[in-house]
């Protein structure tokens, strides 16, 4: 069964380094996301993308983030100067329609 | 305003248990309603999507949605220690691409 796959599993980094979050969506899926869940809270989006633009960014997502997809199988979340509160599981999704199907995440600790 | 409310548990059942998860929301003008799975420190697993009103079956799984009391729940019928998990309610748009809005999670343990 096809499946979103991320990577790395775990990252840590530096507080002010830039990350690049990596995740190869369902290959006949159009439409990708990104979210993130702190540890005990919910899940909450961060960005939506489609067609090579964004297509709706929640106010979490401020110009520190980026997404981009680079060729014709990778996502990318790019965090450019990571604070400690950055610190959270990073799930990549993708879909069709309003269906979304997601990845096993990244966990990225900031020290 | 988006929101989905969602009681967090703990819920401990014994194993055969039939079980009733739910959750309620705001937005009137969601119309994808789903149940994810999540094990600790892994990605949502969907279990079940319902779009619009109704109900929908799958194996031992049952989605509702209510949509004039705002309303989803998901029953779990003969419930075994492996449906132990954190189940998370969400919903969205009746467009592609919108974010999907997630209640809290409710934590189910399932006892043998």
């Known amino acids: 069964e096809p499946e979103v796959t991320q990577t790395p599993s775990h990252q840590v980094t530096q507080m002010g380094q830039e990350v690049i979050l990596r995740c190869v969506p369902i290959s006949n899926h159009l439409y990708f996301y990104w979210y993130r869940q702190i540890l005990g809270q919910k899940v909450e989006f961060l960005v939506s993308f489609y067609n090579n633009e964004i297509s709706e960014k929640s106010e979490i997502f401020d110009d520190q983030f980026s997404v981009e997809r680079p060729d014709g199988s990778n996502f990318t979340l790019k965090i450019r100067s990571t604070k400690l509160e950055d610190s959270a599981m990073y799930f990549c999704?993708?879909?069709?329609?309003?269906?979304?199907?997601f990845g096993a995440g990244t966990r990225l600790s900031v020290l | 305003q988006k929101e989905v409310e969602q009681d967090p548990g703990p819920l401990s059942v014994p194993e055969g248990a039939i079980v009733s998860l739910n959750c309620t929301y705001s937005?009137?003008?969601?119309?994808?309603f789903m149940w994810y799975r999540q094990y600790s420190r892994k990605g949502p697993e969907l279990l079940m999507y319902?779009?619009?009103?109704g109900n929908k079956e799958d194996g031992r799984f049952t989605a509702q949605v209510d949509k004039s009391s705002k309303y989803i729940s998901l029953f779990i019928r003969d419930s075994q220690p492996s449906d132990s998990a954190t189940y998370l309610c969400?919903?969205?748009?009746?467009?592609?691409?919108?974010?999907?809005?997630f209640g809290k999670g409710t934590t189910l343990s399932v006892s043998s």
């Open positions: 937005n009137s003008a969601f119309q994808y």
């Open positions: 319902t779009y619009s009103s």
């Open positions: 969400a919903m969205s748009l009746n467009q592609a691409g919108t974010a999907l809005i």
């Open positions: 999704a993708s879909g069709t329609a309003g269906i979304q199907y």
